[in-house]
């Protein structure tokens, strides 16, 4: 803290003048939001560091205000459905959560940071109030895409530089890998599939780019669920597609993947033989509970330590950032945490069973709306742009539902980010719909 100590007014002053801009020009906010987030979502893994105070403290603070500003200044409700309500409940209810993590004996700081992070998912008001017509939503899609491809580089930098240089062994390629962004590689994968479809030429081939680069990096990650995933996403993706697109993504899949394999070949033959066997070792250890890879068996104890420990306090919770002690089988020791892999399980201990209720309430109304309008808009021919976004959101939908389940997802930085671009993209399509559907003839 002491060292930014001195550059507080500065940043004040940068503050204030960037608000002015929020306020007068907010998609200039809501991109430099987008575009910071390669280096935003990325934990420096040293605590919480300068850059990540000012840069979280800055985006928590412009929400907070925008939210005020809009329902002081605008006379149209910022209020239009379920999901709204329920969001804004949810955030305004879990601040009484302080009280039960002060009886618990948390941190306060450590309370704030972690609440706070919940202001990401209202990013999704100013998105749907500025992004929300054609021209918009084009907008909002290439600078989203700007930022994965960002996070996506970014990480495969960060895991270069932690792979060891000179010869390479299988633990290296796993214990160098980082999990964190892995959904959003796979969320950028599945809106390029089905936006292909959707531009010219010119374009497909810049989407193909991004497949590639999001490949790469999912890859990176070792994570057996999300690689899974991608071909359950991929499926119901398919099935808002004709016969004819079908059969040009599962070729030009099919093409891409040989090409990524012959190259790896060409360029490290034994690189691409380790990569290959770790690939199938990691599909093979999902069968084994116990004695594989030790990743399921461990979650699965800190996942009943935890429901233990909340069985003391089921309603309130234990407070956000409150800490329990479980046990690790592959170190064969206890220790204390705060971080719980099960998300659900983690939202009821650190909230309590009434207001993890509400969380499942606002995916299931979300689930509902973007099912409902990929649905509505399917056959739609004239709106291709709002049809596509609203495939690719419910494509997505039960890769999101399992994330959360093996993620911390809600004490994330990048899983309340996610929530804000599914919300923003749902929100903007269910909106279209409910106009249309009321500007028709009865």
Request: glycine share 8%; hydrophobic share 55%; proline share 4%.
């Amino acid at each position: 803290m002491t060292q930014i100590g001195p550059f507080i007014p500065l940043f004040v002053a940068l503050g204030l003048g960037f608000i002015m801009v929020m306020i007068k020009w907010p998609k200039v906010w809501l991109a430099t939001f987008l575009l910071s987030l390669p280096i935003f979502l990325t934990d420096s893994g040293k605590g919480l560091s300068a850059q990540e105070l000012v840069m979280g403290g800055f985006f928590m603070l412009s929400i907070t205000i925008w939210i005020v500003w809009r329902m002081a200044a605008h006379p149209r409700p910022l209020v239009r459905n379920w999901m709204d309500f329920l969001v804004l409940a949810f955030i305004a209810l879990t601040s009484l959560n302080f009280i039960v993590a002060m009886v618990n004996h948390v941190d306060p700081l450590g309370w704030l940071s972690e609440w706070s992070l919940f202001f990401l998912i209202l990013y999704y008001f100013p998105i749907r109030e500025y992004f929300g017509d054609e021209r918009g939503l084009k907008q909002f899609m290439s600078l989203s895409a700007i930022s994965a491809v960002g996070q996506a580089l970014y990480s495969m930098y960060l895991y270069k530089q932690r792979m060891a240089t000179g010869l390479v062994y299988a633990f290296q390629l796993t214990a160098s890998r980082s999990v964190l962004l892995g959904p959003i590689f796979l969320i950028a994968i599945v809106f390029c599939l089905l936006f292909i479809f959707a531009v010219r030429w010119p374009h497909k081939l810049v989407l193909f780019g991004i497949i590639g680069v999001q490949a790469a990096a999912l890859i990176l990650t070792f994570t057996r669920t999300l690689w899974a995933f991608f071909f359950v996403c991929a499926a119901i993706a398919l099935l808002f597609m004709s016969m004819r697109q079908r059969i040009q993504i599962v070729l030009a899949g099919v093409a891409m993947t040989m090409v990524a394999i012959g190259g790896l070949t060409m360029y490290s033959p034994k690189l691409a033989d380790i990569g290959t066997r770790i690939v199938k070792a990691r599909f093979a250890s999902s069968t084994q509970l116990r004695g594989g890879d030790y990743s399921f068996e461990t979650r699965v104890v800190e996942s009943q330590a935890a429901w233990a420990a909340t069985k003391e306090n089921p309603l309130g919770g234990k407070g956000l950032r409150a800490t329990f002690l479980t046990y690790s089988p592959l170190d064969k020791q206890h220790f204390t945490t705060s971080f719980i892999h099960f998300g659900y399980v983690g939202l009821v201990f650190k909230l309590g069973i009434p207001l993890a209720l509400l969380m499942m309430a606002i995916l299931l109304v979300h689930g509902t709306y973007a099912i409902g309008d990929a649905i509505r808009l399917r056959r739609d021919p004239r709106t291709s742009m709002y049809r596509t976004v609203a495939a690719a959101t419910a494509a997505f939908l039960p890769a999101l539902y399992v994330t959360i389940f093996m993620t911390g997802f809600f004490d994330q930085r990048f899983g309340n980010v996610m929530f804000a671009f599914l919300f923003a993209c749902t929100s903007i399509t269910h909106e279209y719909c409910t106009h249309r559907n009321s500007s028709q003839p009865s």
